[in-house]
């Protein structure tokens, strides 16, 4: 005589096939090397991801300079989101990263960004009119979104006469920081950084003034045989990933 088994159990042995069936062979975890100024929408896309793959990207934020830095001392990051191309380039020159697999993951835009209401114009003017006391930018030797604000200051003309108010920040967050708290009357930031913000003044600094800032990710070999980290450089690529890249205010390609 056959057994059957009863019908509630048949589809909860069906339930869990299918889950199986979906699910990643083997979920990893991917160390990942993130430019301080993709902090907001980096943590959304690594979530999406783990969703998605079931795999769980592991973010540190910082400036690009000091991650290179870190990487070429042996730091253990397996994929690279830099805050410009030079660094990923020179990753994969010097046999850091994994060669091929260098790709612009965002365009980031500059902005001239304060609290308080009607300071900035829509023309950054007050760059030559000069009426604040500090203006904060991050340290252009770590940061390319500093290389970024010098570039505009130098094709304004404003430069020398601005030297001496300008406070440095170690990456992008920190120069955002000093204006978000008034140890700067504004500063150059990350659109991405003030996108949400409803009050204060900004500027969209045109992007003719300063060098594009393309933004490129690596996978670098410490990564190279974690499939997390290639699956993490995949998703980046993906629809869902640009969706959430361009609502922070970057573009993609």
Known sequence: MLNFAPRHILASFAAVVAIAQHAPASAADTQVAVAANFTEPAREIAAAFASAT???????????????????????FEVFLSADTERPAKAEKEG????????????????????KPGLVDNKGAVLKSGNFEK?????????????????????????????????????ITQAYQFVATGAAELGFVALSQVIGETGGSRWVVPANLHTPIDQQAILLKTGDKNPAARAFLKFLKSGKAKAIITRYGYQVR
């Open 54 to 76: 079931g795999h769980n990207a592991m973010l540190n934020f910082g400036s690009s300079g000091a991650f290179y830095t870190q990487m070429a001392h042996g730091a253990p």
């Open 135 to 171: 203006i904060s930018i991050a340290d252009p030797i770590a940061a390319p979104y500093g290389v970024a604000a010098e570039e505009t200051m130098k094709k304004l003309g404003v430069d020398a006469a601005l030297a001496p108010k300008i406070v440095k920040g170690t990456s």
């Open 96 to 115: 850091l990263g994994v060669p091929g697999t260098r790709f612009t993951y965002a365009i980031g835009q500059l902005v001239l960004y304060s609290t």
